[in-house]
């Protein structure tokens, strides 16, 4: 029988951790928690641990295995560059209960540093690897002390049920593990969503914790533009990108626009001047109510649009890590002058200005920067990867 360390009869896990650790450099399988279903991790180093994983499960060798890494930016080392829509879905989504599986052909790709017969158990289709980055605290231990990633899949016989209790896996595959970790009922209680994006293009393989309604939110683009008080250019052009974007794509949704402003008094409504400005156009301002630049922003967006160099400058300053998502609306990287307190002539040629830079900034995006209608697989696809 499997020896059981019970993680919730301590408030100092690293023991647990150690031999968790330990275990696996020794070629272990070992039985986890996660934050879906139980699973069984086998160090990605070790071909005999991966080999013994597959036997304990049963499973065909056509059914590749996902990896379990132990942050966003350990996943960039494997995947070498990915699309706007895979970062997106990264972002939004890990650490959580998504398997995202996508093109690793690089040749870059840490993926070739792993023994070839571990590289042919993850591998599936068009030469794609499935990622998940678990939001547990013994995985994320794991990672810390473990020099490989984890192969990582769900801890039942193929055919059983799901284990989201120790129990359960106990009762399954008791005499086949030798170590279990025990912290009780998982937190979703499900297996997580499988999605394999390609370019702008997402394919979910199998609908988990995470529902499809919930998915076709996350793979929206976020496109946020900002001003000082956000109360006439940055709500003018939020106004009018909404528009095109709705024209485009036949859709009001299609694409999330936001605006803020990096001083803006919160809950002041637009300027009369602006909302006569999108009125005359057939566009509706007099609901806005202005917000303050945050991480509720800039925690989401994709892309920021400012109106002047400064607003640039003063983002950048506050999140440096952002570089590469932050530009001025103006392509030239010129400012777009502040109509504030002037007449609507004004505010008028403003607004035209805004309304040219953002088709020219909706063109130069492509079409890889929105994502394509969200397909499905069959449950019993060879393309499913294995995974908790």
Request: glycine share 10%; aromatic share 4%.
């Amino acid at each position: 029988m499997s020896i059981i360390l019970d993680l919730r009869a301590t408030d100092d896990p690293r023991d647990i951790v150690h031999r968790s650790v330990q275990a696996l450099v020794e070629g272990e399988v070992v039985g986890v928690p996660t934050d879906t279903v139980y699973g069984l991790a086998a160090s990605a180093l070790s071909e005999r641990a991966v080999e013994r994983l597959c036997e304990i499960k049963g499973r065909a060798n056509w059914m590749p295995i996902a990896i379990s890494v132990g942050s966003r930016e350990s996943a960039e080392d494997f995947y070498c560059g990915t699309s706007p829509l895979a970062r997106r879905l990264a972002s939004r989504c890990w650490p959580g209960p998504l398997t995202l599986v996508i093109p690793c052909n690089s040749p870059h790709s840490a993926v070739t540093q792993l023994p070839q017969g571990v590289q042919d158990r993850i591998r599936g289709e068009f030469g794609c690897v499935g990622f998940r980055v678990v939001n547990h605290r013994v995985i994320t231990h794991i990672h810390r002390f473990l020099s490989a990633p984890l192969l990582l899949t769900s801890a039942n016989l193929t055919g059983q049920p799901v284990a989201t209790t120790a129990d359960q896996v106990q009762q399954q595959l008791g005499d086949l593990i030798p170590l279990l970790l025990d912290d009780g009922p998982t937190r979703y209680g499900g297996a997580s969503t499988v999605a394999r994006v390609q370019g702008n293009q997402m394919e979910i393989l199998r609908e988990g914790v995470i529902e499809r309604a919930a998915m076709n939110q996350f793979v929206k683009p976020v496109i946020a533009l900002v001003c000082t008080g956000n109360t006439c250019r940055s709500p003018m052009a939020e106004t009018l990108l909404r528009d095109q974007m709705s024209k485009k794509y036949g859709c009001e949704d299609a694409v999330r626009v936001l605006s803020a402003g990096v001083a803006a008094n919160p809950g002041c409504g637009a300027t009369p001047q602006a909302i006569e400005v999108m009125g005359n156009r057939g566009l509706d301002l007099t609901g806005h109510s202005s917000r303050t630049l945050d991480e509720s922003v800039m925690g989401v967006a994709d892309l920021v649009l400012t109106m002047t160099r400064g607003h640039r400058a003063a983002i950048l300053a506050a999140w440096p890590g952002l570089h590469d998502r932050v530009f001025t609306l103006r392509r030239d990287g010129g400012d777009i002058g502040d109509p504030v307190g002037m007449p609507v002539d004004v505010y008028e040629a403003c607004a035209d200005q805004i309304e040219g830079e953002l088709q020219a900034w909706a063109e130069a995006l492509g079409d890889d920067f929105f994502p394509q209608a969200i397909g499905s697989s069959d449950p019993e696809s060879d393309s499913t990867t294995d995974q908790a």
